[in-house]
Protein backbone atom coordinates (compact mmCIF):
# COMPACT_ATOMS: atom_id res chain seq x y z
CA UNK A 1 0.00 0.00 0.00
CA UNK A 2 1.21 3.22 -0.90
CA UNK A 3 0.42 6.72 0.61
CA UNK A 4 0.85 9.51 -1.35
CA UNK A 5 1.24 12.87 -0.08
CA UNK A 6 3.13 14.85 2.82
CA UNK A 7 1.99 14.57 6.31
CA UNK A 8 2.18 19.16 6.33
CA UNK A 9 -1.43 18.52 4.75
CA UNK A 10 -4.12 18.18 7.29
CA UNK A 11 -5.52 15.35 4.78
CA UNK A 12 -2.56 13.29 4.27
CA UNK A 13 -1.68 13.37 7.89
CA UNK A 14 -5.40 12.08 8.77
CA UNK A 15 -4.86 9.05 6.31
CA UNK A 16 -1.44 8.49 7.91
CA UNK A 17 -2.87 8.73 11.37
CA UNK A 18 -5.50 6.16 10.56
CA UNK A 19 -3.71 3.50 8.72
CA UNK A 20 -0.93 3.83 11.86
CA UNK A 21 -3.98 3.43 14.36
CA UNK A 22 -4.91 0.45 12.66
CA UNK A 23 -1.07 -1.07 12.38
CA UNK A 24 -1.52 -0.89 8.77
CA UNK A 25 1.88 -1.57 6.98
CA UNK A 26 2.23 0.99 3.85
CA UNK A 27 5.23 3.00 1.70
CA UNK A 28 4.51 7.00 1.61
CA UNK A 29 5.73 8.97 -1.13
CA UNK A 30 6.61 12.42 0.33
CA UNK A 31 4.91 14.39 -2.54
CA UNK A 32 3.13 17.98 -2.30
CA UNK A 33 0.68 18.72 -4.09
CA UNK A 34 2.16 22.26 -5.04
CA UNK A 35 5.79 20.71 -5.55
CA UNK A 36 5.33 17.66 -7.18
CA UNK A 37 1.87 18.30 -9.08
CA UNK A 38 2.67 16.76 -12.01
CA UNK A 39 3.54 13.35 -10.02
CA UNK A 40 0.67 13.87 -8.31
CA UNK A 41 -1.52 13.97 -11.08
CA UNK A 42 -0.17 9.69 -12.10
CA UNK A 43 -2.94 8.93 -8.85
CA UNK A 44 -5.23 11.65 -8.76
CA UNK A 45 -6.06 13.48 -11.95
CA UNK A 46 -7.24 16.44 -9.39
CA UNK A 47 -3.40 16.82 -8.17
CA UNK A 48 -4.28 16.82 -4.92
CA UNK A 49 -3.36 14.79 -2.23
CA UNK A 50 -3.67 12.44 -0.66
CA UNK A 51 -4.07 9.02 -2.67
CA UNK A 52 -3.90 5.70 -1.14
CA UNK A 53 -2.57 2.94 -3.72
CA UNK A 54 -4.05 -0.23 -1.97
CA UNK A 55 -1.79 -3.41 -2.98
CA UNK A 56 -4.20 -4.41 -6.17
CA UNK A 57 -3.17 -1.05 -7.55
CA UNK A 58 -6.77 0.30 -7.20
CA UNK A 59 -6.00 4.06 -6.16
CA UNK A 60 -8.37 6.00 -3.52
CA UNK A 61 -8.67 9.91 -3.46
CA UNK A 62 -9.67 11.99 -0.59
CA UNK A 63 -9.54 11.43 2.71
CA UNK A 64 -13.23 11.06 3.51
CA UNK A 65 -13.11 8.42 0.90
CA UNK A 66 -10.22 6.66 2.05
CA UNK A 67 -10.65 6.53 5.92
CA UNK A 68 -14.08 5.10 4.72
CA UNK A 69 -12.46 2.27 3.37
CA UNK A 70 -9.64 1.88 6.08
CA UNK A 71 -12.83 1.81 8.36
CA UNK A 72 -14.39 -0.81 6.19
CA UNK A 73 -11.27 -3.47 5.74
CA UNK A 74 -9.54 -2.89 9.38
CA UNK A 75 -12.14 -1.42 11.81
CA UNK A 76 -13.15 -4.66 12.75
CA UNK A 77 -16.47 -4.07 15.35
CA UNK A 78 -14.40 -0.71 16.58
CA UNK A 79 -13.79 1.25 13.23
CA UNK A 80 -12.36 4.83 14.24
CA UNK A 81 -16.21 6.20 12.57
CA UNK A 82 -18.70 3.93 14.40
CA UNK A 83 -21.26 1.92 11.41
CA UNK A 84 -24.27 3.23 12.71
CA UNK A 85 -26.61 5.34 14.55
CA UNK A 86 -26.23 8.21 17.15
CA UNK A 87 -22.29 7.53 17.52
CA UNK A 88 -21.94 7.84 14.09
CA UNK A 89 -23.62 11.05 13.48
CA UNK A 90 -21.71 12.65 16.42
CA UNK A 91 -18.32 11.29 14.68
CA UNK A 92 -18.94 12.36 11.71
CA UNK A 93 -20.08 15.99 12.69
CA UNK A 94 -17.27 16.77 14.11
CA UNK A 95 -15.16 15.03 11.48
CA UNK A 96 -17.02 17.66 8.79
CA UNK A 97 -16.78 20.72 11.11
CA UNK A 98 -12.97 20.07 11.47
CA UNK A 99 -12.15 19.21 7.74
CA UNK A 100 -14.27 22.14 6.57
CA UNK A 101 -11.73 23.82 9.38
CA UNK A 102 -9.14 22.96 7.44
CA UNK A 103 -10.96 24.20 3.75
CA UNK A 104 -11.49 27.28 5.26
CA UNK A 105 -7.67 27.89 6.54
CA UNK A 106 -5.68 26.77 3.93
CA UNK A 107 -7.97 28.96 1.64
CA UNK A 108 -6.93 31.85 3.70
CA UNK A 109 -3.56 30.67 4.07
CA UNK A 110 -3.20 30.21 -0.06
CA UNK A 111 -5.00 33.79 -1.09
CA UNK A 112 -2.49 35.50 1.67
CA UNK A 113 0.45 33.78 0.27
CA UNK A 114 0.04 33.23 -3.08
CA UNK A 115 -2.67 36.30 -4.29
CA UNK A 116 -0.72 39.32 -5.62
CA UNK A 117 -1.10 42.33 -2.79
CA UNK A 118 -2.76 44.43 -5.29
CA UNK A 119 -5.38 41.72 -5.78
CA UNK A 120 -6.00 40.19 -2.13
CA UNK A 121 -9.20 40.55 -0.56
CA UNK A 122 -8.24 40.95 2.96
CA UNK A 123 -12.13 40.16 3.99
CA UNK A 124 -12.27 37.46 2.35
CA UNK A 125 -9.24 36.11 4.25
CA UNK A 126 -10.77 37.42 7.36
CA UNK A 127 -14.11 35.21 6.68
CA UNK A 128 -12.28 32.44 5.67
CA UNK A 129 -10.09 32.49 9.59
CA UNK A 130 -13.57 33.53 11.37
CA UNK A 131 -15.49 30.12 9.75
CA UNK A 132 -11.96 28.27 11.03
CA UNK A 133 -12.24 29.27 14.16
CA UNK A 134 -15.79 29.00 15.13
CA UNK A 135 -15.50 25.88 14.04
CA UNK A 136 -13.02 24.96 16.37
CA UNK A 137 -14.27 26.85 18.96
CA UNK A 138 -17.26 24.42 19.10
CA UNK A 139 -14.72 21.09 19.46
CA UNK A 140 -13.13 23.20 21.92
CA UNK A 141 -16.01 23.72 24.22
CA UNK A 142 -16.49 19.90 23.38
CA UNK A 143 -13.26 19.34 25.12
CA UNK A 144 -13.76 21.18 28.28
CA UNK A 145 -13.73 18.01 30.65
CA UNK A 146 -10.29 17.31 30.06
CA UNK A 147 -11.47 13.78 28.93
CA UNK A 148 -8.67 11.88 26.51
CA UNK A 149 -10.77 11.97 23.58
CA UNK A 150 -14.05 13.79 22.90
CA UNK A 151 -16.23 10.62 22.21
CA UNK A 152 -16.94 7.13 23.67
CA UNK A 153 -13.81 6.70 24.99
CA UNK A 154 -11.89 5.84 22.95
CA UNK A 155 -9.96 7.40 19.48
CA UNK A 156 -12.15 7.92 16.76
CA UNK A 157 -12.01 10.45 13.85
CA UNK A 158 -13.33 13.11 15.94
CA UNK A 159 -9.86 13.26 17.48
CA UNK A 160 -8.13 12.42 14.45
CA UNK A 161 -9.43 15.26 12.41
CA UNK A 162 -9.49 17.99 15.63
CA UNK A 163 -5.38 17.25 15.80
CA UNK A 164 -5.06 18.29 12.19
CA UNK A 165 -7.45 20.77 12.73
CA UNK A 166 -5.60 22.21 15.54
CA UNK A 167 -2.22 21.91 14.02
CA UNK A 168 -3.09 23.61 10.62
CA UNK A 169 -4.41 26.39 13.20
CA UNK A 170 -1.63 26.93 14.81
CA UNK A 171 0.96 26.82 11.53
CA UNK A 172 -1.33 29.74 9.74
CA UNK A 173 -0.85 31.79 13.22
CA UNK A 174 -3.80 31.22 15.35
CA UNK A 175 -2.66 30.90 19.16
CA UNK A 176 -4.82 27.98 20.13
CA UNK A 177 -3.27 27.90 22.75
CA UNK A 178 -4.63 31.18 24.12
CA UNK A 179 -7.97 31.18 22.23
CA UNK A 180 -8.91 27.12 22.25
CA UNK A 181 -7.15 26.12 25.39
CA UNK A 182 -9.39 22.70 25.61
CA UNK A 183 -8.43 21.76 21.95
CA UNK A 184 -4.54 22.94 22.38
CA UNK A 185 -4.70 20.29 25.35
CA UNK A 186 -6.33 17.38 23.58
CA UNK A 187 -4.00 17.49 20.73
CA UNK A 188 -1.03 17.71 23.19
CA UNK A 189 -2.41 14.48 24.45
CA UNK A 190 -3.09 12.56 21.44
CA UNK A 191 0.32 13.55 20.03
CA UNK A 192 1.76 11.24 22.85
CA UNK A 193 0.32 8.64 21.39
CA UNK A 194 2.06 6.30 18.18
CA UNK A 195 -0.17 7.18 15.45
CA UNK A 196 0.12 10.55 15.72
CA UNK A 197 3.61 10.85 16.71
CA UNK A 198 4.76 8.76 14.41
CA UNK A 199 2.81 10.53 11.62
CA UNK A 200 5.00 13.77 12.84
CA UNK A 201 6.05 15.98 9.71
Known amino acids: MILIGVNRSPYTRRVAITLA ?3 VRYEQ ?21 PALVLDGGETLVDSA ?15 LTPRL ?14 MGACDKG ?20 DDCLAQMTMALASVDSQAADGSRYLLLDRLTQADITAFV ?9 IDTAAT ?5 ALARRLLEEAPFKSTEP
Do not use: C
Open 21 to 23: AYD
Open 29 to 49: RDLSGFGNRDEVRTANPLGRI
Open 65 to 79: AIVDHLDEVHGGDRP
Open 85 to 98: GAERRAVLRIAALM
Open 106 to 125: LQAAYHRNHVPAEKRHQPWI
Open 165 to 173: AERLARGIG
Open 180 to 184: MPNLF
